[in-house]
């Protein structure tokens, strides 16, 4: 069942379409995290964009709404809202004359699909979508058509020209830009880090502002010191954590492991943002660890 208390405010539709829709969200999410983050690019923003569909989601269901497919009715919300943000960031550009293709090119390589987020970003946002929902989904053009409320034709041009460019930027294998990091951010994680794992939590609670905010991604979310210190308590007892500094996707984040010493990569990761040396926000995705997959991760030196 849904519990995020972003939903407590909005408006109540009909009982039966909301534990509809919660059990949709259940089945669903990691599947379309997967789409959001190819979408945007990172598994971080791809998590802002599905949080941003659910609550739009919420907010369309009314008692008059019949939905034949929630997986394609919350793919298409996730596919406008990925779109609303290219506008908002100015990211996009406009999609070129549209001319009839064939589907008779050899598929994409899945792994190029999913190796790297980043090379997707090559492609313009519609390109981006068919792509995924074609090659790793294995929609048809003419399905994907009515998904974004397009035409076949306009599905079709959008994936020839789309396979056409990844196979030019696939030539030559990836490497990753080294990240501009804060040296003081990075600083902040490491000494949180070494908090955290000595379960120094009363000299963590030290560290929160009165105001700070905590999203258990998946999960819950909480805001003020004395709620988000439970947050501590909770992982008092739990034993099955160890954590390092690290990035992931280009930002400083905390890397949760399994126990010390693993070889394993990270089972989810720990966003921290601090406000000078308080701090402000808390993002944690223990409980959505379907994040994970495909991010670009990397562990800091101690």
Known sequence: MMHDQYLDNLPVAELSNIAQFERAIVQ???KLHHYCARMTGSVIDGEDVLQATLIKAFQALTPQLNIVSWEAWLFRIAHNTALD?????????????????????????????????????????????????????????????????SSPSAIKSALHRSRQTLKQVHTLPYRPSPAALDGQQVARIKHYSQLFNARAFDQIRQLLQDEVKLDMVNKAKMKGRQAVGNYYTNYQQKTDWHSQAGIVDGQPALLVFCEKGSKQPPNYFILLDFDRDKLAAIRDFRYAGYVMKNSQWQRLAT
């Open 28 to 30: 669903f999410r990691p």
């Open 85 to 149: 943000l290219f506008r908002e960031q100015k990211k996009h550009r406009a999609i070129q004359q549209e001319l009839m293709m064939t589907e008779e090119q050899p598929p994409v390589e899945k792994r190029l699909l999913s190796d790297n987020l980043q090379q997707l970003m090559v492609l313009p946002p519609l390109q981006r979508s068919v792509i995924v929902l074609r090659e790793l989904y294995g929609y048809t053009s003419e399905e994907i058509a009515t998904l974004l409320h």
